[in-house]
């Protein structure tokens, strides 16, 4: 796997982990509500969730293109137009307020990891990226090692973003901050990623 590859990997996952959307939301929820320690389980399960997707793209789509090579080349510019897509909406979305956190009782830690499992693999966000653009950037080639290896690496970026998180937003005065500077921080998102799925769609 070249490093330009690698690069653009890490780059795209980590833009995916950190643009709003439901396991964002339900991490500043959770870790408001009941503290860092609970928003940490969550995110645990979450970063599982999203490896769970990534190794059954591996698994499968990569074994679908050899039999169907233009396959390759539709779900590329079918994940640019989702990126696009995800930027535009993130845009749009800019103006809406963050909701109200209730307060809630404390959940068990095995409870929240489930949580966090079942909120990534029910995220079209997530099975339209490991789909669509995924697929399109890991190599053929890949061994065993970078596969295990690029697996860790988006384990180690969902689960660092959302434990910044769950720490910065179990505090209430970042939770303050942030939802003042939700318009432009979403505007930025969204910029960002409709540019890198312009340049995916370039040949």
Known sequence: MTATALLTLIGLQTL???SPGPAAVLTIKTAAAEGARAGIFLSLGLAIGVVIWAAAAL???SLLFEFAPY???SLKLLGAGFLIWVGFSLWRGADRPLEDVAAAKRQHPFRLIRLGIWTDLANPKALAYFAAVFTTIMPTEASIGWTLAILAIIFAIEMVWYTLLSLVF?????RRAYIRAKRWLDRLFGALLALLGARIALP
Not at 170 to 174: Q, V, W
């Open 16 to 18: 995916l982990a950190i």
């Open 59 to 61: 698994a499968g789509l």
């Open 71 to 73: 396959l390759q080349t």
């Open 170 to 174: 179990s505090r209430s005065g970042p």
